[in-house]
């Protein structure tokens, strides 16, 4: 089976940076996820990791190190739209997502 | 723009009156997914299909069923609802099976249960 572990809930101000953690263990894996979800929106596709390192795209950066069976999710010059919950997804023959981490920006 | 469609956005039903919620999408994607999501917590699959082939998670109560008439059209059928059904319910594409982890959501159809 999968298991995830991130955060449950993070707090940080606007322009900062943040760094979201997560955590897998899983009998089977092919990369890593993540996804934003504003409250009563759709998850949105952020960005994938395949193979360890890192991977930039735009404010956001996304990390992998498939030894350490650990990713994070970087999120530079915070906004208040960057309100919402990230979650991170393992891909196996399907996609588990974590809990989820609440992500609050303060002015 | 091509999207994921949910219809309804909310829908109301009775304690063990059948509801059916759909889902279309105009990205032509083989595989939808249904989730389940409650709140604050993560989204949990319930079925997918790969063009027509249907694929049940181990842990989806018989109660919910699923019907794929055409690629663009998917639905979900809950027989008999309880109050433990009341979630969002999110539909989902992928371009094939090897692209499972970029998902396209739809906006999500809350189910209330009264």
């Known amino acids: 089976g999968q298991s995830l572990e991130q955060p449950s809930e993070v707090t940080a101000v606007e322009g900062a940076i943040v760094q979201i953690n997560c955590t897998y263990q899983?009998?089977?894996?092919?990369?890593l996820s993540w996804y934003q979800q504003h409250d009563g929106g759709a998850p949105t596709f952020l960005s994938y990791?395949?193979?360890?390192g890192l991977e930039e795209t735009g404010r956001f950066s996304s990390f992998l190190s498939r030894s350490d069976s650990y990713g994070y999710l970087l999120l530079q010059e915070l906004q208040m739209k960057d309100s919402a919950s990230y979650f991170c997804?393992?891909?196996?023959?399907?996609?588990?997502f974590g809990g989820g981490t609440r992500l609050m920006v303060k002015p | 723009d091509a999207m994921v469609i949910q219809n309804p956005r909310y829908q109301v039903t009775q304690f063990g009156k059948p509801v059916t919620l759909s889902c279309s999408q105009t990205l032509n994607h083989n595989v939808m997914y249904w989730y389940q999501q409650k709140s604050s917590q993560a989204p949990k699959l319930l079925f997918h299909y790969y063009d027509k082939d249907f694929n049940n998670e181990a842990d989806t109560p018989d109660n919910f069923q699923s019907r794929r008439p055409n690629t663009s059209f998917c639905f979900l059928d809950i027989r008999s609802p309880g109050l433990g059904d009341a979630a969002m319910y999110l539909c989902?594409?992928?371009?094939?099976?090897?692209?499972?982890?970029?998902?396209?959501f739809g906006p999500g159809t809350r189910l209330t249960v009264t």
């Open positions: 899983t009998s089977g894996f092919y990369g």
């Open positions: 989902a594409t992928s371009r094939d099976g090897g692209a499972v982890y970029e998902q396209y």
């Open positions: 997804a393992v891909k196996g023959n399907m996609l588990t």
């Open positions: 990791n395949a193979l360890d």
